[in-house]
């Protein structure tokens, strides 16, 4: 099997058991009731459109939304990010990234979100508190052209620095962004509800 076959193989066994998760956690979901007031606006916005569906957990003290990866069009590929509120609140409001952030990863593939996903469960911790993560969906020379500047490796996921401490090819991400070669979307939300 040549490598390239090998990788689209593994990216559909990552896909596939995100998907797997994904349904398991809807079939669990409780009503979010109170938390709702909590949500952001375009949170809100989010899950009443379906775009986000409630994973909600009973007895959970965030409310939880989800939506499926997608599946990027041909010359495309979808990176992922975990990140803070402020972070997220400026890319919906501005459709780019800040430059606020030394490293700035962004994650390849289905291994890549679960990855990200370990920033919202507790597994992997940064001060940023991340609360979201997004799907971004580029072209794949971008996504090399990145790739060659800097890489690593961590948990097996290939993590890609687009910061000034890093990489610094966060122009390079924004450019595309701004021109619409790239998109975005938000594909998993923790809201904390605030303790009494």
């Given at each position: 099997?040549?490598?390239?076959?090998?990788?689209?193989?593994?990216?559909?066994?990552?896909?596939?058991?995100?998907?797997?998760?994904?349904?398991k956690s809807l079939?669990?979901?409780?009503?979010?009731?109170?938390?709702?007031?909590?949500?952001?606006?375009?949170?809100?916005?989010?899950?009443?459109?379906?775009?986000?569906?409630?994973?909600?957990?009973?007895?959970?003290?965030?409310?939880?939304?989800?939506?499926?990866?997608?599946?990027?069009?041909?010359g495309k590929i979808?990176?992922?990010?975990?990140?803070?509120?402020?972070?997220?609140?400026?890319?919906?409001?501005?459709?780019?990234?800040?430059?606020?952030?030394?490293?700035?990863?962004?994650?390849?593939?289905?291994?890549?979100?679960?990855?990200?996903?370990?920033?919202?469960?507790?597994?992997?911790?940064?001060?940023?508190?991340?609360?979201?993560?997004?799907?971004?969906?580029?072209?794949?020379?971008?996504?090399?052209?990145?790739?060659?500047?800097?890489?690593?490796?961590?948990?097996?996921?290939?993590?890609?620095?687009?910061?000034?401490?890093?990489?610094?090819?966060?122009?390079?991400?924004?450019?595309?962004?701004?021109?619409?070669?790239?998109?975005?979307?938000?594909?998993?939300?923790?809201?904390?509800?605030?303790?009494?």
């Amino acid at each position: 099997m040549s490598n390239s076959n090998k990788e689209k193989e593994e990216e559909k066994k990552h896909f596939n058991e995100n998907e797997k998760e994904f349904l398991k956690s809807l079939e669990r979901a409780e009503p979010i009731g109170k938390g709702l007031k909590y949500l952001k606006r375009y949170e809100r916005e989010l899950l009443d459109s379906g775009e986000l569906k409630n994973i909600t957990h009973k007895g959970s003290s965030s409310v939880w939304l989800e939506s499926l990866s997608s599946i990027p069009p041909h010359g495309k590929i979808n990176v992922y990010r975990p990140m803070g509120d402020i972070e997220c609140d400026f890319l919906v409001l501005n459709g780019f990234l800040p430059d606020t952030q030394p490293y700035q990863a962004i994650i390849e593939g289905s291994n890549g979100r679960q990855y990200a996903n370990k920033y919202l469960t507790g597994k992997k911790w940064t001060d940023t508190n991340p609360s979201t993560i997004v799907e971004f969906t580029c072209p794949i020379e971008l996504i090399e052209h990145c790739k060659s500047i800097q890489t690593k490796i961590e948990d097996g996921a290939l993590s890609i620095g687009l910061g000034f401490k890093a990489g610094n090819t966060l122009k390079f991400f924004n450019d595309s962004l701004k021109s619409h070669q790239s998109t975005f979307r938000i594909v998993k939300i923790k809201r904390e509800i605030p303790k009494k």
